[in-house]
Each structure stands twice: as C-alpha cells, then as structure tokens.
C-alpha cells in the first residue's frame, strides 16, 4: 500500500515559489490499479516522482507499507509516456 499524507510540492519559477501540488492525501491499496488524471502541467508527474521516492515533497510524507519512503526503492517503478502519444 501506497499512502501520502498532506504531500505538497513547491517549486521556484522566475524567483517566484510556484505550488504544484498541495494537500494530497489518500492511498493505494495492495494490488489496485489507480490512474491519475488532469490537463497538462496540473502536478500528475511530480505526483508520480514523489510517489517513485526520485524527488521528496515540500510538505508531507508517503509511505509504502508504513515506512516513509525515503528514496527510491524496490516495491515501486516509474515508467513515463510520451507527451506526443495523444494529441
């Protein structure tokens, strides 16, 4: 299981901070097939990296099976589509 608790992103654009995700919270059980959804730049990839343990969150924390996920790890993967597969 998958958990992320108040998980936030904030980036720097122009020396100005930039909120990309705030507030998720919510899990993914063992086993279940979750798609994430939203128009383009709306925080669906930084979501997954954070998810991946390749980039850790401004705010928040999630979890794989109770351990704070700290880096990248065994129990997840990432693979990452093409922009250009639809128009």
């Known amino acids: 299981m998958i958990e992320m608790v108040d998980v936030g992103m904030v980036f720097e654009r122009n020396g ?3 909120t990309a995700l705030a507030g998720i919270t919510g899990e993914i059980g063992e086993g279940e097939f ?3 959804i939203g128009p383009s730049g709306c925080g669906k990839t930084t979501l997954l990296k954070i998810m991946a ?3 850790p969150p401004t705010t928040g924390e999630t979890r794989v099976k109770r351990e704070r996920i700290e880096g990248p790890g065994e129990q997840r993967a ?3 589509q093409h922009f250009v ?3």
Do not use: A, C, D, T
Request: hydrophobic content about 65%; charged content about 5%.
């Open 16 to 18: 100005e901070p930039f």
């Open 34 to 36: 979750v798609s994430i």
């Open 53 to 55: 343990g390749l980039v």
């Open 78 to 80: 990432l693979v990452l």
């Open 85 to 87: 597969l639809l128009p």
